[in-house]
């Protein structure tokens, strides 16, 4: 009894202190915290294993003090942090539905187990995709890029779609799918690798490493000789004036994540955008995945298809060890990562 | 024959140079010019005499340098200016569509006597409402109130409308369909005439002074209790971010015209909108109304039927006289005119 407590030492990362800017290893603290016991389920609760977790720079907002959103995303101090997770249920009284052994996912918080409601998980399927492409190339950042590219952006064949942050989770998962649907697409990302592998392993048509180009106004122009149909901005600033700047008429700018803006206090000036909107009737236009929940089921068989027949490519970039989670979030800011960042916290029927 | 041409003596207004700022006497010239040439007409074309010129805020932007814009509206250096215009045909071989007599409205040329093509031309029915609405109301200002309302802001009854320059010619029209159509209407104007005019001529929920007012997104807050749903902008500046900071999930914002930047010489800078058009799931769109030119017709019919049965009201700000046409231009950016800014340049069949 003594051992089995010891080998399952639960553990958790709660929110120390609200950022100011990056988040640093001081926002965290992660916690001793004892195992969730089993006898206490009820008959719509399991109990879970974290197996992957997710880090998204979208979480960053939700770091904030200040009023809560729409969907109830803000952490509070002290409360563990939530994010998309993969996880084991190691403990279930319900049989039929989510049976001991399933692999399921949900919003959980940054705990090693614990107990969640039978309403807030969702059975992942093994046999579709690699489990951890549940929370995303099959999750939310792999949806952001489908509704973004297909009901913001709007895309139709033959046109020219420029996406930045193109190697980053959202970014690759809509550049692929602009190309599968024949448009041209032009990827900006910050390094070398990234240039080659938007290039190379993605296929697209033009990668622009901003970090090396002087006039990224010139370099779009350049890159969009017939000008930008369709904008997919994942980064914000300087970034988005020198796209806007070639939009087409009736151009759309899917406005997914701001990731330069993710950390700024206050709301960062810039050239107010409205003449150019006025003068190209174009359209500007923020989402979030939640206003397509419908709609889920059937982006995730189509994503699943591209991806099992070869056309949809998807680069996880995995750190392991549940106390690594702070560390893998925070490398979100330096710009380094090519593809989707998780944290692997366990294996599978340990 | 020298007593005809005497009474009949042409003029025209062209620009003399491209305004820094707002525009001054000195941006326009007034010259004699001859009368066309009946005997030179072909076959398409009708000489015509300019009853009703208008002026919009919106033709500051085609006074400046640079590049054209896709509908060919820049003017240039020493050539007549243009604008939408009621004419009367004083000459015509074509005698089965447009005859002698005839009222058309087109963009024409600032000059007393022109000759047109009838390609260009566009017959008002002088029993529809009364002419000089063919280029307001039943015009371009009338049309972009329609679309934009419509179109981009997509109204639905019982949502909240805010409206700035609610007083002027084309936001005077969208508050008052927003308000057939069953919103709630929220004016924003520049003096207690105005403010007046909205509440008690036009019968809007609410008119905001923005000019006696400390705390313009507080105002707006305690106007729309429920949030903004749609904002129709013809201003934009500081007036934009006050009613943006009140914009409810799944807002829309309908970029009309920017009155506040026409006469800036670069884009000015502002809080960047991206942040909150994510977290709200907001749109942004800027529109001309030459986007919905399949539909004009439809719109004109609604519009007149609106103002025949009495819940359209339409205000006209007359001047007089051919060589006022500057100073009523010049005029629309001193912020004091109620409706729609007219020039009565010669009166029908004198």
Redesign the interface.
Known sequence: MNNKNTKKQNKEIVLAEHPSGVPTTDTFQINDIDMPPSAALEDNEVLIKSIYVSVDPGMR?FMDKGED??AGNKYELNQPITSRSVAQIIDSNDNSLFKKGDIVHGRFKWQKYQIVSTDDIEKVDPELAPISTAVSMLGIPGLAAYFGIFKIGQIKQGETVVVSGAAGSVGSMASQIAKITGCKVVGIAGSPEKIDYLENDLGLDKGVNYKQTEDMQAAIKAACPNGVDVFF?NV??AL?DAVFANIN??GRIA????IA?YNED???????????????????????VY?FSDEFDDAKKQMAEWYNNGQLIYKENLIEGFENIPAAFIGLFEGENIGKQMVKVADINE
């Not at 406005?255 to 701001?258: K, V």
């Not at 960062?268 to 923020?286: C, D, F, Q, V």
């Open positions: 907002g959103d729409a901005d914000g600033g988005f008429r009736q406005i997914c994540g701001q803006e206050n709301p960062p000036k810039g050239p107010r955008p409205m003449h150019t909107l006025i003068k190209k009737s174009a359209r500007m236009e923020g989402f979030v206003d």
